[in-house]
Every structure is written in C-alpha cells, then in structure tokens.
C-alpha cells in the first residue's frame, strides 16, 4: 500500500543517515539441494530442504559459522557493549515477580532479583519470605536449569516443580517438601504439558498429563499423543493410572494433538477434564464423580464439544462456570450445575459486553473475572448467587497473575501498564484494595515517556489498534530510531506490559510501537478470526498499515524504522518485509515461524493445524502458500537488513525454520545489507531464558537496529 510522506521524511531516507559496514567478508555458502514437491498440481521447489536434518553433521557445521559470522558482525558494532552494559543496569534495578498462586493462606511466586540470573521459586507465610528452590543449584556448565511452572499442594506442604535444561521446557516433575525443604523421591519426566496440576483435596495425590516414553529409535513426542495419570505420593510413578487421554482407552478416541488435563477442588464432588485440541481456541470438556475415578474405566460424561465454542471453564463446589464464545465473540459467562449438566440448561452469569472476557479466578467469596476495553483490563467481582460490579484499580493496565484461593475470600493480582511498574495488590472480601510489598518500586524514572493508543485504518479500512510509547515532548520530524511489532495469532493479545529495560531504547531518543493486528484477541474471537487461515493475509498487512502510519505522522521514516515478529509473528514481519521491503531499514525474526508449509511435520506441528492449517486442505494451502515468508522471499530484491534470531533447544519453533529463512534472504537480497543469524545454544523458544540471556539478546538485536539505522554511536569503524 503507498504511503504520503511529508517533505521532511523524504529528506531523510536511506541516504540521509549513513551507515558502515565492517571489513567482514559475505555470510557461510549455504549448498542449495533443490526438492521440488507438488501440491494439488502446483509445484513448490524448497531450495535448503536439506538444512531441516538438524542431526547431521553438515547442518551443525553451516550453523555454527552461520553463528559465528553473525557474532562477528555483532561484535565490529561500537556501542552494543555500552547498550549491554545499559541493558544489565535497567534489567538489576529491581526484583521483578510473577507466576503468583495461593495454598493454604500461603503466597507463591517465581522472582528475578537483581544479581542474580534465574527465576527462583518464593513463599511467603505472611511473617517473612523464603527462598524455596534456586535453579541455579540444579544447572551445569553445559546448560542451565529453568523453572518452567510449579504448582502448590491445597495444604501448602508441597511444591510440584517442572524444571527442563538450556531453554528445552522438557519438564522433569520433582516434588519438593516445604517443611524440610527435601525432595521427595519421585521424578517423573515427559511433563512438560503442565502448568500446574490438579491436586486431590487432601493433597494425597495429584492428577498430571505425560508425554510418552521414547521409541524404539529413541526419538520422543514433545507435544503429542499425550495422557493424564493419577499420581499417589509415595507409590511406584511405574503404578500410576491412566485415566483420560491419547491411546489409553480404545472406545474414546483422541488425536495426536489432543492435550487433556484434570482438575477437582475442595468442595466439588466431581472431577473436570478440559482437552485442549491442538492450538484451537474452542475446548471440550467430560466430568465424572470424584469417588469413581477407576482408570480408564471411568464413568466420564462429555459435557461440552467444540461446536459450543467454549474457551475456559472453573470449578465451584458443583458448579461449573465457562467462557463462552457461542454467538458471543467478546465472550460471556455460563453457570452449569453439574447434577444436571446439559449445556442448554446453563444460565448466562455475565452477558457479553464492549469489555473482552479474558479469565476467571474461584474465590470462596466471589469470582474474579478479567476483562478488557481500549486496551484497558477491568476487575469484575461477582458475587457467588448476586450481581457482578467493576472495581476500581489505581493504574489503568494490565491485570496479570489474576490468583485466588477456593477456600479463601478475594484475590491477588499484578498490575502494570507500558509506563507504569508492576505492583502486586490484595484485595479483599470487603473489596478493599492494599499493596502487598511483594515488589518494591524500581529505580527506574519514565516520568519523561509517555504511552497512547491510536486507531490506525488498514488496506480494507478496518482501524486497527496501535500503541505508541515515546518521549513526552517528542517532535515528530522522522527522526526517531523506532521498533515496530506484532504479533498476531491464536487469539492472544498484546498487552500493555511494563519492561524497565524499554528505558534503553526510549533514551536512544526512540520511539516503542505495537502493531495489535488481527489474528490476536484484541476484540475477541472475531478479531482472532479475521487473521485466521483464510484471512491470514490480514496480519502482515496490518502491520504495514501502522509502519505508514508512524512514517505519515513524522514519529520515524523508512531509514529510521525496524520491524520485529516473534513466534508465530514471524509470520508477520516475515510478510511485511517482503511485501514492502522499502518501507524498513531492518527486522527481525525472533525464533519465527517462516515455513508455514513443512510447520505441521515439526514437533510442534500437529497442534498448530488448528491454527494455521494443512497442506493436505487444499484450500488451506492455497491459503497458507502466500503467506509463508520462506515462500515469498523473490531473488534480485533488495531487502531490508535482517538479523534472524533462534534457539538451538527451541522445541516450538524447530531451529531449521529461522535457518531456512536466513539462508534464502542471504541469497535472494541484493540490497547488500546483512542477513545474520544469531543463534544462542543455551536457548530455546525464550521460555526458560534467563536475565543475561534476554539482555544478550536485546543488546544484540538493537545495536544492530541502530547500526542500519545510522546512529552514529553504532557506525563500525
């Protein structure tokens, strides 16, 4: 789509601020081994087939000089160690808290503290706080140890933990004794499907899901045919039973990327069953009566398919609340007794509204409900049998960490905006709202920067959100040094989240934009849907819309702007660049996904059809083929400088991806601008990375933004 540009953003285009290259000579060769393939009688030839064999000696080889070359450049970059160093300051100004949950009128949360590297597990008993496990202990000089979820016992004498090596979140469950501070002698692998478990009344026992045992070649699933099994504390893990999931029962069925977890709470005579199929937004759920839990013989009753377009559901007493989407795309609340548990006898709790529902928390007192309108989250208190109210909070933001206790009234919640640090409140039964001291205030100052929202339209004159975090007195002249992202799938939104380490770019007199393009969950489900597949195309033209946007409004100009995609955002900046290559001066694909034709043969794969689709559709592929970036990058096109991030442990995104796509710039661009691809062999998809790691990263990547961009303090010399 063209865009107008004022007089003073085409004085500063490309040429206006200059850029040196270092005395480095051209990237690895990369053999090109065409295979060609034919889907439904159009002809794909995939040039670097050969590089997705990442056990063979030849990949491993091209890819670390591929890393080497781009730790080269990076280092020939003059101010990237003072931007580290700034980076490391910012990310040590103060402890940062989350993954917040509550047993037994004890406090649990993971925290980053300054000096240290990892997330370290806490409780607090309302006298003082203690340190319950230090990753750091568990790690080796070959890879380091994260946390990846825990989950407390309702007595609050328990703690399971998941902790997975070098960023893989292939989770080893431990369970960790809070009174001696021992482990107990159960391990139990393949558990990396957990968030937190379904823990029996008493604490006796828990349900978890796990993935199967190695095959005979010794090769494991890591998201498929996966099952829930019954844990007992003390017994054999080689006795638990199986109750629900992938091959355990041949008269009910589950596909491969079916994921099913099990949940009870005090108070309930029934046991919850919610099956995530794959990565789809709508879930199923059965229930059966907690006393006849007998292995596959369970009496499960399916109570909820995926046609009813449920999204989430909670336990109280017998009760069952769910998130509806069913002719409600901004979402609505159900009730359903579960004595009498047909769908169509449920009553609507909460009518749909302007305001998304986003969560539900179980309080003994009442339910906390999250929702958001204008990129703003509300706190709404529905009284078990009585009327839901808005409460008032100090900070318009983000409500994360949204935590209650069943048998306990009110809640916990973190809040937090783009310029506002987070803070962890209480709230009471009363509905009166304290701090809890559990975060100090940062020593950090954004009293110059301020953040806002604007509607930007879109190719198809849909407005589409952007929010702008800049200098309060910025002039919009086209000078800025600014990072655009997106995102863009599954529903999932882009919130308004506080980073003190933003503080570093802000002062490179930058500007912060994210570009809430569709495919996430901004409006609801509708909004998700109008970047879905068929529509996908929607997601990087979006993006586009609000770089133009910021060159047409005088924040930045095409010499002075960077895109960036994550993730399934890979998707995004992946489309952006290659449809207006002139539009940035640099982007990067941070563990991306750029083959969306070989993605379903990954790992990963099988859950992410639901998503994004199947070649074996042929009206998915007609879809998916325009949209893949390895598939849109032309030859002789000049594009923009790209540094292409991956982790070599990513279990989501399989390394190879962001190989091919680094690959396939590198020979097609003739722009003469770099094409690197930073690899960090300690990492994975970002999950399990620690502090250092994430500055390294950082550092990395806007130095070499601001290199592109001109920055005199980042020209090689």
Request: hydrophobic share 40%.
């Given at each position: 789509?063209?865009?107008?540009?004022?007089?003073?953003?085409?004085?500063?285009?490309?040429?206006?601020?200059?850029?040196?290259?270092?005395?480095?000579?051209?990237?690895?060769?990369?053999?090109?081994?065409?295979?060609?393939?034919?889907?439904?009688?159009?002809?794909?030839?995939?040039?670097?087939?050969?590089?997705?064999?990442?056990?063979?000696?030849?990949?491993?080889?091209?890819?670390?000089?591929?890393?080497?070359?781009?730790?080269?450049?990076?280092?020939?970059?003059?101010?990237?160690?003072?931007?580290?160093?700034?980076?490391?300051?910012?990310?040590?100004?103060?402890?940062?808290?989350?993954?917040?949950?509550?047993?037994?009128?004890?406090?649990?949360?993971?925290?980053?503290?300054?000096?240290?590297?990892?997330?370290?597990?806490?409780?607090?008993?309302?006298?003082?706080?203690?340190?319950?496990?230090?990753?750091?202990?568990?790690?080796?000089?070959?890879?380091?140890?994260?946390?990846?979820?825990?989950?407390?016992?309702?007595?609050?004498?328990?703690?399971?933990?998941?902790?997975?090596?070098?960023?893989?979140?292939?989770?080893?469950l431990r369970l960790l004794e809070l009174a001696s501070g021992k482990w107990l002698p159960e391990r139990i692998d393949g558990a990396g499907l957990n968030s937190e478990l379904g823990w029996l009344h008493?604490?006796?026992?828990?349900?978890?899901?796990?993935?199967?045992?190695?095959?005979?070649?010794?090769?494991?699933?890591?998201?498929?045919?996966?099952?829930?099994?019954?844990?007992?504390?003390?017994?054999?893990?080689?006795?638990?039973?199986?109750?629900?999931?992938?091959?355990?029962?041949?008269?009910?069925?589950?596909?491969?990327?079916?994921?099913?977890?099990?949940?009870?709470?005090?108070?309930?005579?029934?046991?919850?069953?919610?099956?995530?199929?794959?990565?789809?937004?709508?879930?199923?759920?059965?229930?059966?009566?907690?006393?006849?839990?007998?292995?596959?013989?369970?009496?499960?009753?399916?109570?909820?398919?995926?046609?009813?377009?449920?999204?989430?559901?909670?336990?109280?007493?017998?009760?069952?609340?769910?998130?509806?989407?069913?002719?409600?795309?901004?979402?609505?609340?159900?009730?359903?007794?579960?004595?009498?548990?047909?769908?169509?006898?449920?009553?609507?709790?909460?009518?749909?509204?302007?305001?998304?529902?986003?969560?539900?928390?179980?309080?003994?007192?009442?339910?906390?409900?999250?929702?958001?309108?204008?990129?703003?989250?509300?706190?709404?208190?529905?009284?078990?049998?009585?009327?839901?109210?808005?409460?008032?909070?100090?900070?318009?933001?983000?409500?994360?960490?949204?935590?209650?206790?069943?048998?306990?009234?009110?809640?916990?919640?973190?809040?937090?905006?783009?310029?506002?640090?987070?803070?962890?409140?209480?709230?009471?039964?009363?509905?009166?709202?304290?701090?809890?001291?559990?975060?100090?205030?940062?020593?950090?100052?954004?009293?110059?920067?301020?953040?806002?929202?604007?509607?930007?339209?879109?190719?198809?004159?849909?407005?589409?959100?952007?929010?702008?975090?800049?200098?309060?007195?910025?002039?919009?002249?086209?000078?800025?040094?600014?990072?655009?992202?997106?995102?863009?799938?599954?529903?999932?939104?882009?919130?308004?989240?506080?980073?003190?380490?933003?503080?570093?770019?802000?002062?490179?007199?930058?500007?912060?934009?994210?570009?809430?393009?569709?495919?996430?969950?901004?409006?609801?489900?509708?909004?998700?849907?109008?970047?879905?597949?068929?529509?996908?195309?929607?997601?990087?033209?979006?993006?586009?819309?609000?770089?133009?946007?910021?060159?047409?409004?005088?924040?930045?100009?095409?010499?002075?702007?960077?895109?960036?995609?994550?993730?399934?955002?890979?998707?995004?900046?992946?489309?952006?660049?290659?449809?207006?290559?002139?539009?940035?001066?640099?982007?990067?694909?941070?563990?991306?996904?750029?083959?969306?034709?070989?993605?379903?043969?990954?790992?990963?794969?099988?859950?992410?059809?639901?998503?994004?689709?199947?070649?074996?559709?042929?009206?998915?592929?007609?879809?998916?083929?325009?949209?893949?970036?390895?598939?849109?990058?032309?030859?002789?096109?000049?594009?923009?400088?790209?540094?292409?991030?991956?982790?070599a442990n990513d279990p989501r995104v399989d390394a190879w991806m962001p190989a091919k796509l680094a690959a396939r710039l590198q020979a097609a661009s003739n722009s003469h601008k770099p094409v690197i691809?930073?690899?960090?062999?300690?990492?994975?998809?970002?999950?399990?990375?620690?502090?250092?790691?994430?500055?390294?990263?950082?550092?990395?990547?806007?130095?070499?933004?601001?290199?592109?961009?001109?920055?005199?303090?980042?020209?090689?010399?």
């Amino acid at each position: 789509m063209p865009y107008r540009c004022t007089l003073l953003a085409l004085l500063l285009s490309s040429t206006a601020f200059a850029t040196s290259m270092p005395s480095l000579s051209g990237p690895p060769a990369t053999p090109i081994k065409p295979v060609v393939e034919d889907y439904f009688g159009t002809k794909i030839t995939d040039p670097y087939r050969w590089l997705e064999d990442m056990k063979s000696a030849e990949f491993r080889d091209w890819l670390k000089a591929q890393a080497n070359y781009a730790d080269s450049m990076l280092a020939t970059i003059p101010g990237r160690a003072a931007l580290r160093q700034r980076l490391t300051a910012l990310a040590d100004a103060g402890a940062s808290v989350g993954g917040i949950e509550q047993a037994a009128g004890r406090r649990f949360y993971l925290k980053t503290e300054p000096g240290k590297d990892g997330r370290r597990l806490y409780m607090h008993d309302g006298k003082g706080e203690r340190l319950l496990l230090d990753p750091d202990t568990l790690g080796s000089a070959a890879a380091h140890v994260a946390i990846d979820w825990y989950s407390p016992s309702p007595d609050g004498r328990l703690v399971a933990v998941g902790v997975s090596a070098g960023g893989s979140e292939d989770s080893e469950l431990r369970l960790l004794e809070l009174a001696s501070g021992k482990w107990l002698p159960e391990r139990i692998d393949g558990a990396g499907l957990n968030s937190e478990l379904g823990w029996l009344h008493d604490g006796s026992g828990f349900f978890y899901n796990r993935l199967p045992p190695a095959d005979a070649k010794g090769e494991r699933e890591r998201y498929n045919k996966s099952a829930t099994y019954l844990h007992k504390l003390g017994t054999p893990v080689a006795s638990d039973t199986g109750l629900l999931g992938y091959g355990l029962d041949p008269a009910r069925p589950f596909d491969i990327a079916d994921i099913v977890h099990l949940d009870t709470v005090p108070g309930s005579h029934f046991v919850l069953a919610e099956v995530l199929h794959g990565d789809a937004v709508e879930h199923s759920y059965y229930i059966a009566p907690l006393a006849k839990l007998n292995g596959s013989a369970t009496p499960w009753q399916r109570i909820v398919t995926p046609a009813d377009k449920v999204a989430g559901a909670w336990l109280h007493g017998d009760t069952l609340y769910l998130r509806s989407n069913l002719d409600a795309p901004r979402g609505k609340l159900l009730a359903l007794d579960l004595h009498h548990p047909e769908l169509a006898k449920a009553k609507t709790v909460l009518a749909e509204s302007p305001a998304v529902l986003r969560e539900v928390a179980v309080a003994r007192d009442a339910l906390y409900i999250r929702a958001s309108e204008g990129g703003v989250d509300k706190l709404i208190k529905l009284v078990h049998g009585g009327k839901a109210r808005e409460m008032a909070l100090p900070v318009q933001g983000t409500i994360r960490d949204l935590s209650t206790d069943p048998t306990r009234p009110g809640a916990l919640l973190r809040l937090e905006s783009w310029v506002a640090s987070p803070r962890v409140l209480a709230l009471n039964g009363k509905g009166k709202l304290a701090d809890t001291g559990l975060i100090k205030p940062l020593a950090v100052d954004f009293k110059d920067y301020a953040a806002k929202r604007v509607m930007v339209k879109s190719h198809d004159g849909v407005e589409v959100p952007l929010s702008l975090i800049a200098a309060k007195a910025i002039k919009r002249d086209g000078s800025h040094p600014t990072i655009l992202s997106g995102y863009g799938a599954y529903g999932i939104t882009m919130e308004a989240r506080f980073s003190a380490t933003r503080l570093a770019w802000l002062e490179q007199d930058g500007v912060i934009a994210v570009c809430h393009v569709r495919g996430g969950g901004e409006f609801g489900e509708a909004w998700h849907r109008a970047g879905y597949i068929q529509t996908k195309a929607n997601t990087a033209k979006d993006f586009i819309a609000c770089a133009d946007y910021l060159v047409k409004e005088g924040y930045t100009s095409p010499a002075r702007l960077a895109g960036t995609g994550g993730s399934a955002g890979g998707i995004t900046i992946g489309g952006a660049i290659t449809a207006r290559p002139e539009l940035f001066a640099a982007a990067q694909s941070a563990v991306g996904i750029s083959d969306m034709l070989r993605m379903e043969l990954t790992p990963n794969g099988p859950p992410n059809i639901a998503e994004f689709g199947t070649v074996t559709r042929e009206a998915d592929f007609r879809a998916m083929l325009p949209n893949s970036p390895y598939h849109r990058i032309k030859d002789g096109v000049a594009y923009p400088a790209v540094i292409v991030t991956t982790g070599a442990n990513d279990p989501r995104v399989d390394a190879w991806m962001p190989a091919k796509l680094a690959a396939r710039l590198q020979a097609a661009s003739n722009s003469h601008k770099p094409v690197i691809l930073r690899v960090d062999y300690d990492g994975g998809h970002g999950m399990g990375s620690t502090k250092s790691q994430q500055v390294a990263e950082s550092a990395d990547v806007w130095s070499f933004f601001l290199w592109r961009m001109g920055v005199a303090a980042y020209q090689p010399k």
